[in-house]
């Protein structure tokens, strides 16, 4: 079976680091690039950043760049984001995803049940 | 960024009701559209790629169309497992965004 499994959510202070892990199996993992996309309790979908297979080629949503850090373990089949200086208007549940070989560009086939993350004095 | 802007927001309908939801993006994305639904407490689905083709294991009444800057997802027959909010997301840009979401209920 195909899955996507996260872990490291917590609650962090405002200025906090905490570290994201998204443990795959059920796919040859290092032939995929895949995402991180958040949802804000109530809101709507926000693509996080992007990874190649390779860890080539990286992309961030422009709210996170600078401050998270997206990379992977091909060996050990796992995704990770490290999120620095963390502010309020990161709680979120945030949610690891598989792109889709098919589609042109990010197209998001499998994803996580989550971890949430609130950030909070 | 590509803005993404879905209508209408909320929509109330029947089971067995044919349902369109549109999709409006701030400039051309080609066909590089996609559709997914979220239920209630559960990770998106991913429905339709490529603007129009049906991902794997989806079941036919769902269906998608346009090109350019204007789609649209279309359910033939509304089935009781179908009502959930619907987000399209563009995928033409290194920097993916989201619509807003159309929620869908039973009414």
């Known amino acids: 079976e195909v899955q996507l499994v996260e872990s490291g959510g917590g609650l962090v202070q405002p200025g906090g680091s905490l570290r994201l892990s998204c443990a795959a199996s059920g796919f040859t993992f290092s032939s995929y690039s895949m995402n991180w996309v958040r949802q804000a309790p109530g809101k709507g979908l926000e693509w996080v950043s992007y990874?190649?297979?390779?860890?080539?080629?990286?992309y961030y949503a422009d709210s996170v760049r600078g401050r998270f850090t997206i990379s992977r373990d091909n060996a050990e089949n796992s995704l990770y984001l490290q999120m620095n200086s963390l502010r309020a208007e990161d709680t979120a549940l945030y949610y690891c995803?598989?792109?889709?070989?098919?589609?042109?560009?990010?197209?998001?086939?499998?994803w996580g049940q989550g971890t949430t993350v609130t950030v909070s004095s | 960024d590509i803005q993404m802007t879905q209508s209408p927001s909320s929509l109330s309908a029947s089971v067995g009701d044919r349902v369109t939801i549109t999709c409006r993006a701030s400039?051309?994305?080609?066909?590089?559209l996609n559709w997914y639904h979220q239920k209630a407490g559960k990770a998106p689905k991913l429905l339709i790629y490529g603007a129009s083709s049906l991902q794997s294991g989806v079941p036919s009444r769902f269906s998608g169309s346009g090109s350019g800057t204007d789609f649209t997802l279309t359910i033939s027959s509304l089935q009781p497992e179908d009502f959930a909010t619907y987000y399209c997301q563009q995928s033409y840009s290194s920097s993916p965004t989201f619509g807003q979401g159309t929620n869908l209920e039973i009414k």
């Open positions: 995803a598989r792109d889709s070989p098919l589609t042109n560009g990010v197209g998001l086939d499998v």
């Open positions: 400039q051309s994305i080609s066909s590089s």
């Open positions: 990874i190649s297979s390779s860890s080539s080629t990286i």
